[in-house]
């Protein structure tokens, strides 16, 4: 990775930080930004420079407010399909080219922490720094035992920092629910809360040393999958020495292919690697950026950062299996059953909106590339069923999509057309490995592929899937039918007439009546007036009687 040093400490690098001062900092950037965008699309300036122009001064003001933005922008670099490319392209450099810190404190950080001198614990030891992310910096040494590590060293007054920034964002949140309505449709303070929790957690190395060592042993018989070994003697909160494991970043294509790895074997392993964690062990990695996965020579996948971790419900093997096939079967119901068992979607009193998109998303995208410019033929029911929160998404879910959204960006990126269930299918297969419950495993493999296998002789022609799916639309509601009756039509176009008429005779009485009463008083230019009125009534109503007339005949004549 490059690095690049700044001429000055950034603000959040100072030691002297006050809680008005980082809030007015971040209240002023959101500002700014909103008030660049608002005037760009005021001024219809949306060419492709200034979007660049504004994609690299967001880039440097999340450089400048610190770690927890710098995370925002790491993941928002991950979302092509939201944001434009100039805005993906900029936001990626934040992966690479977040500022380092002097070498001088990174010593003086190891030597406090572990409590001897520099040359004491490392035999060599680089200052010039290999990488440096958000929350630290990684430094090539070597130990006396002769191993090549690396030595991971925490920024210094990073927690700190964070308490500021807990702060702000809590503002800013309240904010949002007092002034916006939308804000109060979701649950942003558990969002906030589980965000900052794992934020928190990703400072502590000796967790992330914990972390590293579960994660191994969850693939300890897993090929493919490789953890650098933590040496814990050399490790404390702030300092973690792993083993080195040089590879090439996991989206750097032209070099994969340089050096003759599959590119769809990548992506099979990173699939596979976690719907693992996911459904499996329920330990997953929330964070997976190019920047902590690489590949090595043999192909396998290199993971380095386990500071950002997350827990959730595991399915067991045969809800697995089920829900592999209900895939496969387009099956919306079993899929959506499990969505709620794992907390993914909590179930609500009408699910009908939930299904209609699952529904959507199974029979467009099973079979072929994620193209999310599809989503625009239903983004307004989309749009209705966020505003009427039929479902919400548990805090913790939250890391599940952006993990599984910035993986699918990896894999796109390798390749355009690779295709979900055809990467998942190892996994599957691996399933029927396991020692454990093989018996019950196997029959509920051979029970799922044998309806599979009746549920495709069974396939409907195209003609009974077209009526399938309009049974289905009229039963959710999303197509009405207006039923007409050719007699009642005819009836209500003769009363239509007949009181067309009525209106039109009191209208000619009415004005008869006054220009007679009129002329009787002497008002002879108003009475003539009123008469000439009374007569274009009197015509309107002769013209609704004939009308009335024909309407009745044409009638008559088409029930013969």
Known sequence: MLTRKSPKPLRWQRTKYSPLTRQIDVFSAAGKFMFFLWRDRTLGDNTPTTKRRRAKWLVQTLLDLGPTFIKFGQALSTRAD???????????????????????????????ELGNSL?????????????????????RAKLHTGEQVIVKVQ??????????????????????????????????????????????????????????????????????????????????????????????????????????????????????????????????????????????????????????????????KDQMIRTFFAVLRKDADV?????????????MPDMTPVKRLLR????????????????????DEVYIMFEQQPFRLPAEM??????LTTLDGVARTLDPQYNLVDSAQPFIKSLTIAKQDRGSLVGELTK????????????????????????????????????????????LRRINFAIKALIHACWAGFTLLSGVVLLVAGETGWGVFVLAVSGVGIVLFLRSLLNLSIRERLDRMAEQ
Request: proline share 4%; with cysteine.
């Open 82 to 112: 939201i944001l434009p490319l100039e805005y993906v392209e900029e936001l990626e450099k934040l992966q690479d080219k977040v500022p380092s810190f002097s070498a001088d404190r990174a010593v003086a950080i190891i030597e406090s």
């Open 119 to 139: 040359f004491s614990l490392y035999r060599d030891f680089n200052e010039r720094p290999l990488a440096a992310a958000s929350l630290g910096q990684v430094h």
């Open 155 to 316: 920024r210094p007054g990073l927690k700190e920092l964070f308490d500021l920034d807990m702060q702000a964002v809590r503002r800013v949140i309240r904010f949002c629910q007092r002034c916006f309505s939308w804000a109060r449709l979701y649950d942003l303070d558990a969002i906030y809360n589980e965000f900052f929790l794992i934020l928190y957690q990703e400072i502590d190395y000796i967790k992330e040393g914990k972390n590293a060592d579960r994660f191994r042993e969850n693939f300890k018989s897993y090929p493919g999958i490789v953890v650098p070994t933590v040496y814990w003697e050399y490790s404390t909160h702030k300092v973690l020495t792993l083993e080195y494991l040089p590879g090439i970043k996991v989206d750097d294509r032209k070099t994969l292919q340089a050096c003759g790895i599959d590119i769809k074997r990548i992506n099979q392993l990173g699939i596979c690697c976690y719907l693992k964690q996911i459904l499996q062990d329920g330990f997953f990695q929330a964070d997976p950026h190019p920047g902590n996965i690489a590949v090595n020579s043999d192909g396998s996948l290199i993971f380095y950062d386990f500071g950002m971790m997350a827990e959730v419900k595991p399915l067991a």
């Open 335 to 347: 899929v959506l059953d499990t969505l709620v068992d794992i907390g993914l979607v909590e179930p």
């Open 360 to 379: 959507f998303v199974l029979d467009e995208f099973t079979e072929k590339p994620i193209d999310f410019q599809a989503f625009n033929v239903i983004k």
């Open 398 to 403: 939250t890391f599940i999509l952006k993990s």
């Open 448 to 491: 799922q592929a044998r309806e599979f296998v009746q549920y495709k002789l069974r396939q409907p022609s195209r003609a009974e899937v077209v009526i399938r799916r309009l049974e289905q639309r009229i039963e959710e509601g999303e197509l009405k039918f207006r039923v007409r009756s050719i007699e009642s039509d005819r009836a």
